[in-house]
């Protein structure tokens, strides 16, 4: 047992779905476009352009901020974060500072403990650095030069991105991936983010100190680790960091302060800089942005946006369906399925098809459900359930052939020892070689059997 509790927050990034970016009118669907092309003087950061914010950003941000059950502040404003790297055009981030959209939510672990959310709030992406090597060739000596470089792509810069950042609530990296999973799935419910890792939709920043198990305080530093992409590689980063700190405060000594990095390649983190202050980034009100006001109605209409997210959904389809609980989670754990499933269930009632069948149909079949419409999932379990008929006739004739090649059941049968007919009707029902009403089978076994 470690004397030791871990102390553990998240910054996650989230890149909104929007059509276009946060200040502009340039598109932010930048994913494998020509570096570059999707560019306007306001995200390049020119001198004199001015910004105008996306409506339908700000509506997505208070939205994910209801969802997580946060207060919306009815006045907000933008703030200027100022920093100096060559992915910020202007030298600043418009984001927020004292006035987010959303604070004080809190998101509900499986176990019930709640994970408090502090803040959520609005920015912009920055532009793409690429770190590679440019070849020239010399012409009159015929060598090429390598040569260090970082290519900047700006089709990032401008896209819009909510910032959620959590309390310190986290004791263990199992908590975090638990957490990730539920926000990602909140965001694609509400569907105004793929939250596709790979693409870098949605990143993670983790923050990890310490603290004695009897300490009643929190530790006096914390180290945070920078744009991880993967839930994986958070568990996995987190981990190395507890034991790391741990390492460091048994030899009396206190983690230093800092950013670091996680290398995959070598499982392990790297430092990267010594933390800036907040008060370092100057932040000051945005002189370009008015102030954002929400009335108390536009706020409850957007609540009202927010679709049912899983819980309700769970409960819902228990008592709407009679699904057992482990069918109604399976089915809801992404809004699409969970459409896809009563979409299937509303087919299915007109053929007398229940919703537990069509729950075992998706889930025993791993059905794609992107590839197989709802009409015809109905249309394969009605095959595989459906009873055909045999004409009496054939039903004769394959009888008397069973009967003749088991003499030794019939015998059975007539001097008294009845339940040898659930043999004969197993092979005759095998010899149909179709599905038959077994009942109907015995019924005309025993006739035949009586005669
Ligand atoms: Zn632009
Ligand atoms: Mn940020």
Redesign the pocket.
Known sequence: MSKYLPIIGL?V?VELNTKSKMFCGCSADYFGKSPNTLTCPVCLGLPGALPVPNRRAIEYCIMIAHALNCEINTFSKFDRKNYFYPDLPKGFQI?QYDLPFGANGHITLKNGKKIGIRRVHM?EDTAKLTHGYLETKNKNLGSIHKEKVSFIDYNRSGVP?V?IVTEPDFNDAKEVVEYLQKLRQVVRYLEVSNADMEKGEMRLEPNISLKKIDQNTLPSYKVEVKNINSFRFVEKAINYEISRQEAILETGNTPLQETRGWDEDKGVTFSQRVKEEANDYRYFPEPDIPPVRYSLDQISNLKSKVPELQEEKISRFVKQFALPYYDAEILTREKALADYFEEAVRIGSQKGITPKQIGNGIINKKIDYLQISPERLIAEIEKSTKIESVSDEQLRSIIEKVLMDNPKAVQDYKSGKESVIMFLVGMTMRAIKRKIDAQIVRKKLEERLKK
């Open positions: 910054e990034h984001s920015e991105l910032e």
